[in-house]
């Protein structure tokens, strides 16, 4: 490859990893992890990013060395099939409900957020993934990464926009201000949030670190790739504490502090109500609904990506005939949980099994021929995610209700891919 190519193509993957790792989360949930922690959970938050992006660039190394695409390495060397079906179950679920979230951020006003409407936009939006993972063929990665520009772009002039157009109402800055600025003392629950929002903020659990593997070759340079992809992602996120802030200038002191302090309903509940917060200026209302849809577009183009792949190498068919089975499982499934709190409890078994499916992704560099000090790397930020992954358990299943099922659909997936190996046909050089 000429060096102009790999200068283009570092870049294209550079902003491919940065709109990957850039989801719903960084715009409306950063924010509030930052208000409510203030300076101090915010340099915690730095400290877990750079340890999970390290992690992401050493399993892409991995790969890479290995010589094996991801799914082969998992199949004929690690001998885990069962760790690659269940990333690919957790695809489904995350898809099933997630495109109806990224579709409503342009669409809510017409379909409203009802039943319904989940439905319709995420049939819409299973269409536009479909002709793209299908049609583009070798320009889906081009695609992906010129969207995850527009969005850098969108985000970058939505941030300017609200600081220009919206009045500094003292009052409500200073107190949104102070709560950013504020060094409040280190908490576990501090500490608990500052690594799952690092988890989010990476993107680790859906196994495209190692896709990223099996696409490069020596000449890539992953930790630039993806330091740089996550450090994008980072300031996306600080550029949304910018945009959530002078939006609540226009709401209410209360409804400030609901969104800081009211933990993912808050955040939910404040998004929603933009359109009536920001009610008055139309054009800042597009602008951040835009920067949501693309942020919601390039995770979930990469996602589809990789159960795609998984589907293609495990099945041993086409890649138009995955595309179509990934689409209409997912879809199947995303009929089922159209209903709002459905979709909500899908939400949070995604959460509870990721946690986990991040150590399977990690898997192979705790195994792998590494340095023992990359290896304690990969072991310490796996008991993180364990950690993590079992709070979560907890907190979803003491709920109760609906949010049972949120425990036992991740608990199944967790299981099988630890213990499904021997219910998984071993096709490729598994001897069997």
Same mark, same amino acid.
């Given at each position: ?60 190394? =991995? ?360 219910? =998984? ?8």
């Amino acid at each position: 490859m000429p060096m102009d190519e790999m200068k283009k193509w570092t870049l294209y993957i550079t902003f491919l990893v940065a709109g990957f790792a850039t989801g719903i989360g960084s715009i409306g949930l950063f924010p509030q992890f930052w208000m409510e922690y203030g300076m101090t959970g915010l340099i915690v938050h730095v400290l877990f990013l750079a340890l999970f992006t390290y992690l992401a660039i050493l399993e892409t190394e =991995v790969v890479m060395k290995s010589g094996y695409y991801f799914v082969e390495l998992f199949q004929k060397v690690l001998r885990k099939p069962a760790m690659v079906l269940a990333f690919f179950i957790v695809i489904v679920m995350f898809l099933s409900y997630y495109t109806a979230n990224v579709m409503l951020s342009l669409l809510s006003p017409v379909l409203g957020t009802g039943t319904i409407g989940r439905l319709i936009a995420k049939v819409i939006m299973f269409a536009i993934v479909f002709v793209i993972i299908t049609r583009a063929k070798e320009k889906t990665f081009v695609i992906m990464a010129g969207g995850s520009l527009l969005f850098v772009i969108a985000v970058i002039v939505t941030a300017i926009a609200f600081k220009v157009v919206i009045p500094e109402n003292p009052a409500y800055l200073n107190t949104a201000k102070s709560m950013v600025f504020s060094w409040p003392g280190i908490s576990f629950n501090m500490i608990k949030d500052a690594a799952i929002r690092a988890i989010y903020g990476v993107g680790l659990g859906f196994a495209f670190y190692l896709m990223l593997g099996s696409f490069f070759n020596e000449r890539f340079n992953a930790k630039l790739i993806i330091g740089s992809g996550i450090f994008i992602e980072f300031i996306i996120s600080v550029l949304s504490t910018v945009i959530v802030v002078y939006s609540a200038t226009l709401a209410t002191l209360q409804r400030l502090t609901q969104y800081a302090y009211g933990g993912e309903e808050g955040a939910i509940k404040f998004m929603g109500e933009l359109p009536q917060i920001l009610a008055h200026h139309p054009l800042l209302l597009a602008l951040i609904a835009i920067s949501i849809f693309f942020a919601g577009l390039t995770s979930i183009l990469p996602t589809a990506e990789v159960g795609l792949q998984i589907a293609e190498s495990t099945m041993k068919i086409s890649r138009s005939k995955a595309a179509t089975y990934l689409t209409a499982l997912a879809l199947g499934l995303g009929i089922l949980d159209s209903p709002p709190s459905i979709a909500d409890m899908m939400l949070k078994a995604v959460t509870i099994s990721a946690f986990f499916t991040a150590i399977y992704e990690a898997y192979p560099v705790m195994v792998g021929k590494v340095s023992s000090v990359n290896r304690g790397i990969a072991v310490f930020a796996s008991f993180i995610f364990a950690i993590a992954g079992l709070g979560a358990f907890y907190t979803y299943g003491k709920i109760g209700g609906v949010y049972i099922l949120s425990a036992i659909l991740a608990a199944i997936v967790v299981l099988f891919g630890l213990f499904g190996n021997s219910l =998984v046909k071993r096709k490729v050089g598994e001897g069997a």
